[in-house]
């Protein structure tokens, strides 16, 4: 890492697809202006190795639940955890989440946008595709006191729309 003075795989892969990219416009490009070179000269060097995943970190399960029963922390706070803990949602699709998206009597929620914190508006999901997510059992009693507060309107976690988008896992 850094402090080795080596950088990391995935900046590697992200530098070399540059040139590769570059070389291969100058010698093959749709606007044959562009091509200013007969041959790719990147053609046949072995790219950086990828490097190991990087594992995932979720919290155990009786991590969770002291979370989600703390008084310490606020109440929407612990909300917006337990809904995160039973979705895996992303928190651009939570935070662009309607209650209208929340459907309780079919026990699914639709994920169909996300919230770009950059451009402060909303915009497609990560992957461009829209999904369903299941409601666990026990999410259900939250997210039906959830939407009988917010009178069914509006978003499901309006914490994030007063989240620091720099503190937000995105």
Not at 39 to 65: C, F, H, I, M, W
Not at 138 to 167: H, Q
Request: hydrophobic fraction near 35%.
């Amino acid at each position: 890492g850094p402090a080795d003075g080596r950088i990391a795989p995935k900046t590697a892969q992200n530098i070399w697809g540059e040139p590769t990219v570059s070389f291969g416009e100058a010698c093959s490009s749709k606007r044959r202006d562009l091509r200013v070179i007969d041959a790719d000269p990147t053609n046949g060097v072995q790219p950086p190795e990828r490097g190991a995943d990087k594992t995932k970190v979720y919290p155990y399960p009786s991590e969770a639940l002291a979370v989600f029963a703390c008084e310490l922390v606020p109440l929407e706070w612990r909300e917006l955890h337990a809904i995160c803990a039973y979705t895996f949602a992303r928190p651009g699709e939570l935070h662009a989440l309607d209650c209208t998206d929340v459907d309780l009597d079919d026990r699914k929620i639709r994920i169909t946008k996300a919230w770009d914190y950059d451009a402060g508006k909303l915009k497609p999901t990560k992957t461009h595709e829209s999904r369903e997510i299941p409601i666990e059992p026990n999410l259900l009693p939250l997210l039906e006191r959830m939407r009988k507060r917010a009178g069914g309107k509006g978003r499901v976690v309006p914490v994030l729309e007063k989240a620091n988008a720099n503190k937000v896992a995105i």
